[in-house]
């Protein structure tokens, strides 16, 4: 087991612990962390359509997952419309790469790719995946952190709302570890 699977699991551990829906967040490669179930993935998107109908997945999460799984940009764009609120759509697909994933799904922050991320779409997004979550009450999730990043919010801001709206025990919340981090901690590319 790698340092970084020890320290993820000794976070859960400390975290499943916690009597409260507190928020603490993974801070690893979501798609890389396959040693632990996953049953359903959710990427951070817009409602931005090109010409080809496919929606924008340019930055992030979004990005590995387009690049990962061809088509998926253009599988999301078929389900919503151009630049308008749609929260949360599920995938065809079922895996990326050889990673079985029964759920692949786009959580949409921002109505366009240009604009700041929107705590409203956020929580609009959080309660449909609660929803599905209370529907599904043994899945495991993955989400990458609404609205950071790209999306041009603070943890500050967005952390009540995933607290308020999700099951912390049931969705884990990833952020992609910064360049300081990995030099501090020794990793190497």
Not at 24 to 46: H, K, Q, S, Y
Not at 61 to 85: S, T, Y
């Amino acid at each position: 087991m790698t340092p970084q699977e020890k320290a993820h699991l000794a976070q859960v551990a400390a975290y499943g612990a916690k009597p409260t829906n507190a928020l603490f967040p993974v801070i690893g490669d979501m798609f890389a962390a396959r040693w632990e179930r996953c049953d359903a993935l959710l990427v951070t998107t817009n409602a931005h359509k090109r010409t080809d109908h496919s929606i924008v997945m340019g930055r992030g999460a979004a990005k590995q997952l387009a690049l990962a799984v061809d088509g998926i940009d253009q599988d999301f764009g078929r389900q919503v419309e151009h630049l308008k609120p749609y929260g949360i759509v599920w995938s065809k697909y079922d895996s990326i790469g050889d990673w079985d994933v029964p759920y692949i799904g786009a959580f949409q922050v921002k109505r366009s790719y240009k604009d700041k991320a929107s705590i409203d779409l956020i929580e609009r997004s959080c309660v449909m995946l609660d929803k599905w979550c209370r529907q599904h009450p043994r899945a495991k999730v993955r989400l990458n952190y609404p609205g950071i990043g790209n999306g041009g919010l603070s943890e500050d801001e967005v952390r009540p709302v995933l607290e308020e709206c999700l099951n912390m025990k049931q969705v884990s919340i990833w952020k992609f570890p910064s360049l300081e981090v990995h030099y501090q901690e020794g990793v190497s590319d």
